[in-house]
Structures are given as structure tokens and as C-alpha cells.
């Protein structure tokens, strides 16, 4: 039995995952398998947070995503933030922001895709409506599009994307944009980065290690070869990923019936395998390989 991206059990937009009857040999990532995800109200109340920030003070919240699975989930709370969904009206703990904007002033804020790959898994997600859960439906049922809203402007050429980086880094309107790679590490967020890292006023959420390391300080990341200093706010939202956490690993394993005489660990880095081998250990005395 291989797992694959074993997914999260939490999203609207994808059934949790099923545990097989049996498995002889379990091959299963561990890509968190040393942490679990912030749960979904309080990652919810710190993206508030962190665009209100953004919008006080003019600019642009920057998000580098993944095209598959995260980008989903960002335009499925955006939609609940444009609404109203669920977000309090006072900021999250341990976030710098004043009070928040009206729900009119969200109404109003673009929300850019600029990610042909990810418009494209935007579509499919779409067509696979049959397949989400039940909160999702409901949403559907209520009229609403959760992955097609109004204020979702989806930029698909090179020279779209060129005029909208020249645009949002001349016009100071605010904005939020979505775009790869979700590790900072080439596509079309790099762009944005070059052209707006060194202003005060944009905000960026899950970044690139360097990023989250040196931004804090208004330190320097290396872009394209250059180095950028960082004068923009940075916050690091949890939660947001399509694989599964340790929690939600341990509970696919002990899902199963005819549990499995070995286990084989893969994808994920030496730490989160071995906090997650010591953590099947204690379920049963099986063979487990990292």
C-alpha cells in the first residue's frame, strides 16, 4: 500500500481519507510527520489578521502557493472572508493589526491568480464538485461559488502577468495575489517579490525559508541571483498544506484492520520521519524503515 500525498482531513473541497481493509507493507509519506496543522478556525483568523494589516496600511499580501491543493483552500476562505463566514471582528492573538476592515472593503479587494498551472487545477476542482464534502455543497446551495467568486481576476499570459507586477508595484492599490512556486524558489511570485519586498507596506504569507528567517529582521533573501533587502511584513500562516499532519497520518495507520507488518517511511525529511516512526511505535510492534 502506498499512501501518496496522503492529503488533509479538514478541506471542504476533498473527502477525508479512507483507511484500506488491510496492507501488508505500508509505504507512507512523512512530510509532517513531527507537527500538526493549525486548525482551521485559527489559521482563518490569522489570514484575516494579516490582509487587514495589509490593507491599512495600502498594500499588496503577496501568498507564494502550491498550484495543487493550497491554492484551492486559500480561494475557498477567501470567499468566506468576502463573506463574512466565520471571521471575527477583533485581530487574532500574537498579530499586530487594529481593527478590520469592513465587509464592504473586502467586496472591493481583487484577488489575483496569476498561476496558468493553478487556474487550470481551479477548473478541475470545479468539474469535481460531486466529490467535495458536505460544507462545501451547502455553500453551493446557497448560490455561491467557492473557486469562481467575483473579485477573482485570473491572469494567464506572461505579458498580463508583467502588467500586473508593473501595476500593483506603481499604483500602491491594495490587492492580494496568489502565485507559484509556494516555496519562493522560481515562477511567477519571484516577480512580485524583485518588485515589492523592499516596500514597508506589502505584506507576504507562507514564504520561502530565507524569507521567514530573515524578514523579521529586514534582512536580505537571495532572488535570481540578487540579493532583496526585506522591508515588507511577513507572516507565516499554518494549516494551508495538502498533506496530511502527524495526527492525520496516525490516524490513516490506525484505520486500518489487518495492520500492516512493516512500515516503510518516505517524503519527508530525516526529523519529521523520525519523530513520526516513534510515534507508530507506541500503536504497535511493527518493523518501521526510514
Not at 473541497?13 to 513531527?34: K, N
Not at 460531486?130 to 453551493?140: D, G, I, M, Q, S
Request: net charge positive; proline share 6%; glycine share 10%.
Amino acid at each position: 500500500m502506498f499512501s501518496g500525498d496522503l492529503g488533509a482531513c479538514h478541506t471542504p473541497l476533498l473527502r477525508a481519507p479512507r483507511s484500506p481493509y488491510r496492507a501488508d507493507t505500508l509505504v507512507l509519506e512523512s512530510t509532517y510527520g513531527d507537527r500538526n496543522h493549525e486548525n482551521r478556525a485559527t489559521r482563518k483568523q490569522r489570514l484575516q489578521a494579516a490582509i487587514n494589516k495589509a490593507l491599512q496600511n495600502q498594500g499588496t499580501v503577496l501568498i507564494p502557493a502550491f498550484s495543487i491543493g493550497r491554492t484551492q483552500e486559500l480561494l475557498y476562505e477567501l470567499e468566506e472572508l468576502i463573506n463574512g463566514d466565520g471571521y471575527q471582528r477583533c485581530p487574532s492573538p500574537g498579530i499586530d493589526a487594529t481593527e478590520p476592515n469592513t465587509p464592504t472593503n473586502f467586496n472591493n479587494l481583487p484577488i489575483i491568480l496569476d498561476s496558468p498551472l493553478a487556474a487550470r487545477i481551479t477548473a478541475a476542482y470545479r468539474d469535481l464538485q460531486p466529490f467535495w464534502n458536505n460544507e462545501a455543497h451547502a455553500r453551493l446551495q446557497q448560490g455561491r461559488k467557492p473557486l469562481a467568486f467575483d473579485n477573482l481576476l485570473t491572469v494567464n499570459s506572461h505579458a498580463e502577468h508583467q502588467k500586473m507586477v508593473n501595476h500593483l508595484a506603481h499604483s500602491a492599490r491594495p490587492a492580494i495575489v496568489i502565485a507559484g512556486s509556494g516555496m519562493c524558489t522560481a515562477g511567477r511570485i519571484v516577480n512580485y517579490l524583485k518588485a515589492m519586498l523592499g516596500d514597508v507596506s506589502q505584506t507576504e504569507g507562507t514564504p520561502g525559508r530565507e524569507i521567514q528567517r530573515n524578514g523579521p529582521q529586514q534582512g536580505t533573501v537571495l532572488l535570481d541571483g540578487e540579493r532583496y533587502r526585506i522591508r515588507a511584513g511577513v507572516q507565516s500562516i499554518g494549516g494551508y498544506s495538502a498533506h496530511a499532519d502527524q495526527q492525520g497520518l496516525l490516524r490513516f495507520v490506525k484505520g486500518i484492520k489487518r495492520r500492516p507488518r512493516d512500515i516503510r517511511l518516505v517524503h519527508g525529511e530525516e526529523g519529521a520521519k523520525r519523530a513520526l516512526m516513534g510515534e507508530l511505535g507506541k500503536l504497535c510492534n511493527w518493523t518501521i524503515v526510514r
